[in-house]
């Protein structure tokens, strides 16, 4: 996953932070001036994804350590990044043509409330957002070659008290039907029951790539 935008709220030393990062980036700062914290937003995103989220705020020091000390538990702490990955879903198979998405942006974002005492802490978002051209495809020569674009779209897929929900936003005149490639997709998913403390990003159907 390329990431090309971050942004985290009561983390650490920081209040609000939003950085866009490009290919090659330089980390550059007085002491103290948040760099090792910095790093450490990365570090919990890959935490998270190998050890889920509540052994990675444990690895922070709890909840305590992981917020920004001078806000405490007052305000929600939330992490959002975009990533501009390309790459391909197939949404419907047919044996003369197929359609299919492609996806240019990811954006996924969680927001988590602290109690106001102790170290507790509820999920109070978990969204997953797939944006990208949807494109009719013909087969030629036994190859599959895009014959039209139909518009473009997104896929929300949201985490709802451990209940997975489904939005679609379709260029006019596409629709997903029940036997559609990637609606199958779609109910495999339904049928999952995540627990209270789990993340989308924990779910081995979303490869991000972290450090």
């Known amino acids: 996953m390329a990431i090309k935008r971050i942004r985290v709220k009561n983390f650490k030393s920081f209040n609000d932070l939003e950085v866009e990062l490009g290919k090659f980036n330089v980390l550059i700062g007085a002491n103290a ?6 790093i ?11 050890h889920g989220l509540d052994n990675a ?44 998405m492609k996806i240019y942006e990811t954006i996924y974002k969680f927001t988590i409330k602290f109690n ?4 507790g802490f509820k999920i109070t978002e978990d969204n ?4 990208g051209k949807f494109v ?9 070659k895009e014959k039209e674009e139909l ?20 260029p006019d005149g596409l629709s997903i039907a029940k036997d559609d490639t990637f609606s199958r997709f ?9 627990p209270p403390k789990k993340l989308l990003i924990e779910l081995p159907l979303f490869p991000f790539i972290l450090p």
């Open 57 to 100: 705020i444990s690895m922070q020091g709890g909840s305590e350590y992981l917020r920004n000390i001078s806000i405490g538990p007052s305000e929600d702490f939330s992490l959002e990044v975009v990533s501009d990955q390309e790459f391909r879903e197939l949404i419907r198979f047919e044996e003369k043509g197929s359609s299919e």
């Open 116 to 119: 106001e005492t102790g170290s």
């Open 151 to 170: 518009g473009e779209g997104e896929i929300i897929l949201s985490n709802v008290k451990g209940e997975l929900k489904i939005d679609t936003r379709l």
């Open 33 to 38: 001036s948040g760099k090792s914290n910095f």
């Open 186 to 194: 779609l109910l495999r998913l339904r049928e999952k029951k995540l």
């Open 40 to 50: 450490r937003i990365f570090e919990f995103l890959r935490d998270i994804v190998k």
């Open 136 to 144: 009719r495809l013909e087969r030629q020569n036994r190859r599959k």
């Open 128 to 131: 997953l957002t797939r944006k």
